[in-house]
């Protein structure tokens, strides 16, 4: 390949590749498809099952979540015992494209996720948080073009998440509102890709992560109450999104010369919610209950959100500035639990479960010894959750247990922020169980809602696609066996850009001549 070729990414997050290949079969994303015929193909590596929420810092950062830091929008800060939306201010991980032009690459970035801060300044044009699903931060550089968008095409569309119980009503103004950002996103990202040249450009289209959490299916509503009208429409919102997203991707393309390198991308996918995260507060705690017959010491202020039913808390929280939602993060996680006698408490999670060992010389207030109790600690964790049934029929709901601190290396630079344990589910989800039992302990009985507090259907899958279209790259070729970390590496390579020490991966034969194992 050429150094002079230009690298467009298309970012379609967490789209879910079995629908993108069902959708094409039936000829319905032609956009796709062409690129499909045109270039190569291959599924990618992805570390969602365990940190759903890392998947674009990986991206950007070329790191794994150990050495960038970033796998949730709260994180658990051990220095002051709460919980943080992450900033730059604590976590200094930044993504590859704001160095390039100290090589005097020209870039265009429009809407990557979880990126930390306001833009900084760029040999280019460079806009964040505008319709993101997962919103951390927003801004623009330069500092003015935010406002220059606002005045020509109207506020973001995209809504804040109305996390929690869903209603038939809230599903379809929320599949309005994703067609609605879709096709604002379209004209912004056009408006901006053909304001001046560029030598790398990313667009990211964030409806096709929100319709697949609340849209997979219609498992958190009364089906029985919604007319066939409704039920069709709803069950259709979830392709009509797709559709939207590949009608901005056929227009962007008509835009990009023929000597662009395209790549359109998932860093990982989406599938029915296994949804036993919502539950792990309210699981350990009655394990608690069960083995001492007493519920664990929490906050007054901690004690009272997880009481408040979150249809009451919801308009408040969706009518704050993002600051001030921000900040209250912060206040009602300061004194979560007792510290004095609390030795494992649960984390902010996503898909999979996240615990954390209250260990000494990690955490401020930590009781727990690293050499006498910390193993026995989290062995005792595991065999809880490896030992949660379906009263029914029996099945471990849990796939696995990941001892994330303790395999992650000494000199990875976040380790510190890293959940002990990691909870990896299997079925039967839990919209299909009535009842728990533990074989570690012997009384314990949980009662699972009959539905979920987060009101997602859907939840991320653990692998990522790419299709990728180009001078020099190879037509009607499958190549599996990369990772998501081989992305950067990639577009650095293309480029002719130096490759940046710190990146773990390496960059991608598109040409298909690579034979060896990836």
Request: aromatic share 8%.
């Amino acid at each position: 390949m050429s150094v002079r070729t230009p690298v467009l990414m298309l970012g379609l997050d967490a789209a879910e590749l079995s629908l993108i290949e069902r959708f094409i079969a039936q000829g319905k994303l032609p956009a796709l498809a062409r690129l499909l015929r045109e270039g190569c193909f291959g599924r990618l590596r992805s570390p969602a099952l365990s940190f759903a929420g890392g998947v674009w810092p990986s991206f950007y950062a070329g790191q794994d979540v150990p050495w960038h830091g970033i796998f949730h929008n709260k994180l658990w800060r051990p220095s002051a015992m709460r919980c943080e939306v992450p900033t730059d201010r604590w976590i200094t991980s930044r993504p590859f494209w704001e160095h390039l032009g100290e090589q005097g690459h020209r870039v265009c970035i429009v809407d990557v996720p979880m990126i930390l801060g306001e833009p900084h300044p760029v040999n280019g044009l460079y806009l964040g948080g505008w319709g993101t699903h997962d919103l951390i931060s927003s801004g623009s550089w330069p500092s003015g073009l935010w406002s220059e968008l606002r005045r020509r095409y109207g506020r973001p569309i995209m809504p804040k998440e109305h996390f929690g119980p869903q209603t038939a009503r809230s599903l379809e103004e929320l599949a309005a509102s994703l067609l609605r950002s879709t096709e604002q996103m379209q004209r912004i990202a056009m408006d901006l890709l053909g304001r001046e040249p560029w030598d790398f450009a990313c667009v990211v289209f964030g409806a096709t992560h929100r319709v697949g959490h609340y849209l997979w299916d219609l498992s958190q509503l009364d089906g029985d109450a919604l007319s066939t009208r409704r039920r069709e429409a709803l069950e259709s919102a979830l392709l009509g999104i797709y559709q939207a997203t590949d009608s901005a991707i056929a227009h962007i393309l008509d835009q990009a010369g023929e000597d662009t390198l395209v790549m359109a991308f998932a860093l990982h996918g989406m599938g029915p919610n296994p949804g036993w995260s919502d539950l792990v507060p309210e699981i350990l705690e009655a394990v608690e209950h069960s083995n001492t017959g007493l519920d664990p010491k929490k906050g007054l202020l901690y004690a009272l959100r997880r009481r408040l039913p979150i249809q009451w808390v919801r308009p408040l929280i969706e009518s704050l500035p993002m600051s001030v939602t921000d900040r209250l993060v912060s206040i009602w996680s300061a004194r979560m639990f007792d510290w004095t006698v609390t030795t494992q408490f649960p984390l902010p999670m996503d898909h999979a479960g996240y615990i954390r060992v209250n260990l000494q010389g990690r955490e401020r207030d930590g009781i727990v010894s690293m050499t006498d109790a910390y193993p026995e600690a989290c062995a005792v964790i595991e065999r809880i959750f490896l030992g949660l049934r379906d009263r029914d029929t029996g099945r471990c709901i849990a796939q696995k247990v990941v001892h994330a601190f303790a395999q992650a290396p000494p000199s990875a630079s976040y380790r510190d922020l890293m959940p002990d344990l990691i909870v990896q589910w299997q079925e039967p989800a839990a919209t299909a169980s009535r009842e728990l039992y533990c074989d570690a302990a012997p009384s314990f009985r949980f009662t699972v809602p009959r539905r979920l507090p987060s009101g997602r259907s859907g939840n991320h899958t653990g692998h990522g696609w790419f299709v990728a279209r180009g001078p020099g790259v190879a037509r009607g070729q499958r190549l599996d066996g990369y990772d998501i970390l081989d992305l950067a590496p990639t577009v650095l390579a293309v480029l002719g850009a130096d490759r940046r020490t710190e990146f773990q991966g390496r960059p991608m034969d598109l040409s298909g001549r690579q034979t060896d194992d990836h």
